[in-house]
């Protein structure tokens, strides 16, 4: 693993990265409800069937909460059955979602994050099926109630390789690491970090792949601390 002092910033991460690929886009919606139904709508889909299955969602049955909870058992089962095993979880999680929602917030998810703290925002994200901190922490940003930083496991792998971090045995431990890191390199504004979340994930799924890494093809060769393992 390269030393702190000797690896290079973050930004110059990022900068090389937004050169080799387009900036990515980020989920398809703003609104946090419909941000949690993209992390529900189906299990080990690749983006590409996640969008089909959301569009459909939101054509077929809606992204409210009380059109959720009003929608009929078998629209919801005929999507969830393309979405991956298990189909009756997860329309049980839908359910629960718009439960939540209403319940919780009266069926204005954005409202009542908004007039909570940063931590009271979180903590009622993470009531919702699936939600631990990477989600509520994506949530809040992509929605834009607050400025915070976010990674998932692709993200995270290439800041590690990168020797931003050392992994630990707990994969939340891990993310705290990381997102310590994006505080510490200056990231702030919202449009950084939504960017960072983006072309770390994109750089993670498609050279910076977790079992067959396309080191020679990477943008960031030179100054992986990973690489110069590999090369070893």
């Not at 409202?111 to 979180?122: H, P």
């Not at 890191?181 to 919202?190: D, Y």
């Amino acid at each position: 693993m390269v030393s702190v002092s000797n690896r290079i910033p973050l930004q110059a991460v990022l900068a090389a990265l937004s050169s080799h690929y387009p900036v990515p886009p980020g989920p398809p919606a703003t609104d946090p409800l419909a941000l949690i139904i993209w992390e529900n709508i189906g299990y080990l889909i690749d983006d590409e069937r996640r969008q089909v299955l959301f569009d459909e969602f939101a054509n077929r049955v809606g992204l409210t909460a009380d059109l959720i909870d009003q929608a009929d058992d078998a629209v919801l089962l005929d999507i969830a059955n393309r979405g991956g095993m298990r189909p009756e979880t997860r329309v049980q999680r839908w359910r629960t979602i718009a439960r939540i929602s209403l319940e919780a917030c009266g069926g204005d998810l954005a409202a009542a994050l908004s007039a909570r703290s940063l931590a009271g925002a979180r903590r009622l994200l993470k009531t919702f099926p699936v939600i631990g901190d990477p989600g509520a922490d994506k949530v809040l940003l992509f929605s834009g109630i607050a400025d915070q930083p976010c990674l998932e496991s692709n993200g995270l792998r290439v800041l590690a390789r990168m020797g931003f971090i050392t992994e630990r045995p707990s994969y939340a431990a891990s993310y705290r690491l990381a997102i310590n890191v994006l505080k510490a390199e200056g990231l702030g504004a919202r449009n950084q970090l939504t960017d960072a979340y983006c072309l770390l994930r994109q750089h993670g799924r498609i050279l910076c792949r977790r079992g067959e890494p396309l080191c020679t093809a990477c943008p960031l060769d030179a100054d992986c601390a990973h690489a110069a393992v590999m090369q070893l």
